[in-house]
Nanobody, 120 residues
Framework: QVQLVESGGGLVQAGGSLRLSCIAS????????MAWYRQAPGNQRDLVTT???????NYADSVKGRFTISRDNAKNTVYLQMNSLKPEDTAVYFC??????????????WGQGTQVTVSS
């Protein structure tokens, strides 16, 4: 019911920056939680950061101080600003949506993923 489209991935040198975007469309509940996950080859998909409709955020310790999540509710868009990138940040990054307080997978949505590669 909700569709997510990510963009902004690419190849960058260590220490560089990248900005990811995720545009949501469809039947969007409010309030909701938007999140970024990432998955490296052979690894589980890990939560990177979340943002609620009111702007409240949380970050994984591995990215705290380097990544910033933000959202523009009028545009139904969430962003991930990634600074001081490290090779260990290399992964496919996925956008995720769910209504706030919902535990039903049926209401979740995932983007197709965008590749981020950080060279050493």
């Amino acid at each position: 019911q909700v569709q997510l489209v990510e963009s902004g991935g690419g190849l960058v040198q260590a220490g560089g920056s990248l900005r990811l975007s995720c545009i949501a469309s469809g039947s969007i509940f409010s309030p909701n939680v938007m999140a970024w996950y990432r998955q490296a080859p052979g690894n589980q998909r890990d939560l990177v950061t979340t943002i609620i409709s009111d702007g409240s955020t949380n970050y994984a310790d591995s990215v705290k101080g380097r990544f910033t999540i933000s959202r523009d509710n009028a545009k139904n868009t969430v962003y991930l600003q990634m600074n001081s990138l490290k090779p260990e940040d290399t992964a496919v990054y996925f956008c995720n949506y769910k209504p706030f307080g919902s535990y039903s997978r049926r209401l979740e949505a995932w983007g197709q993923g965008t590749q981020v590669t950080v060279s050493s």
